[in-house]
């Protein structure tokens, strides 16, 4: 197989469109993870409004992913 060439303003090029679909997928993700604040608070006022003893209503849990070790 023979190596591929490009000359500098080709690189350029797909660099320049890689950083703008990073942009678009990074405006995305806020997007989603503000959607997804929104719904978990209309969640709990909706428990709260159907609960009659507040202290039953049991929060959703704050789940984190731990770092995995990698090469192991």
């Known amino acids: 197989m023979g190596k591929l060439r490009y ?3 080709e690189m350029e090029e797909v660099i320049l469109i890689q950083l703008a679909n990073l942009d678009s997928l990074g405006e995305q993700n806020r ?3 503000e959607q997804n604040e929104l719904l978990v608070k209309l969640n709990h006022k909706i428990i709260e409004e159907v609960c009659e003893d507040k ?3 049991v929060p959703y849990p704050n789940l984190r992913k731990k770092p995995t070790k990698r090469g192991k």
């Open 7 to 9: 000359t500098k303003e």
């Open 31 to 33: 997007l989603l993870k």
């Open 55 to 57: 202290k039953k209503i």
